[in-house]
């Protein structure tokens, strides 16, 4: 090994593994993310299911899905849930509408609100 090389394995392990963390933490804020998305797709789509029961007004779906949000997530992603009757395709359909914060790991991520949706079919 020549007399100018010396320690430039540190520097080079110093360089390799502060990319390799960066990697590792935008890997597990997309991770955060989509479990995030997903649990509140099911609870919103589970709300729409109460909600869609004949015997049923659109507020218990609603109120469902901030409970299990709750329950799953935290009540700071249960805070804006509404629910509606829409219509599709000449069908009626019960929607849930979430308005969550994005996940941020550490102090530095994307920042923001993902707005997701659950459906059911309208029973008479």
Do not use: C, N, W
Request: zero cysteines; charged letters at 20%.
């Amino acid at each position: 090994m020549a007399h100018g090389e010396r320690g430039s394995a540190v520097a080079e392990f110093v360089m390799v593994s502060a990319l390799v963390l960066a990697l590792f933490l935008g890997v597990v804020q997309l991770a955060l993310a989509m479990h995030v998305r997903a649990l509140t797709i099911d609870a919103a789509a589970e709300g729409a299911r109460l909600a869609a029961r004949a015997d049923r007004e659109l507020e218990p779906g609603a109120t469902r899905t901030a409970e299990l949000l709750t329950a799953s997530l935290g009540s700071k992603y249960a805070q804006d849930v509404s629910a509606r009757t829409i219509e599709q395709d000449g069908l009626e359909l019960v929607e849930v509408t979430v308005r969550v914060p994005l996940p941020v790991v550490g102090l530095l991520g994307p920042s923001g609100v993902m707005t997701l949706q659950g459906h059911a079919l309208e029973e008479r």
